[in-house]
Nanobody, 121 residues
Framework: QVQLVESGGGLVQPGGSLRLSCAAS????????MGWYRQAPGKERELVAD???????NYADSVKGRFTISRDNAKNTVYLQMNSLKPEDTAVYYC???????????????WGQGTQVTVSS
């Protein structure tokens, strides 16, 4: 019923930039927060950044000043602009959305399939 489709990952050199996109589609009535998480090999999944429906943002300390999250509510899309990338940013990045469906009285978490970001020279 709901799909979160990510795009924009890839291989980039240290100091480079990438922009991730995630579009939510399906029988969506309303979306609260949207966010990006990442998981590096051998590590737990961690929050990178999230953004509320009203635009309030929250960032992990490790990405503050380098990454910017934004969203287009009309398109049910969230973006992550990543600048000054470091090798330690290498991970699979997952999109997350807290949303409700038409006919539903509650919100649930949905996840994208993940997109690989590799920062290496």
């Amino acid at each position: 019923q709901v799909q979160l489709v990510e795009s924009g990952g890839g291989l980039v050199q240290p100091g480079g930039s990438l922009r991730l996109s995630c579009a939510a589609s399906g029988s969506i009535f309303s979306i609260n927060a949207m966010g990006w998480y990442r998981q590096a090999p051998g590590k737990e999944r961690e929050l990178v950044a999230d953004i509320a429906s009203g635009g309030e943002t929250n960032y992990a300390d490790s990405v503050k000043g380098r990454f910017t999250i934004s969203r287009d509510n009309a398109k049910n899309t969230v973006y992550l602009q990543m600048n000054s990338l470091k090798p330690e940013d290498t991970a699979v990045y997952y999109c997350n959305a807290d949303l409700s469906l038409y006919g539903s009285d509650w919100y649930e978490d949905y996840w994208g399939q993940g997109t690989q970001v590799t920062v290496s020279s």
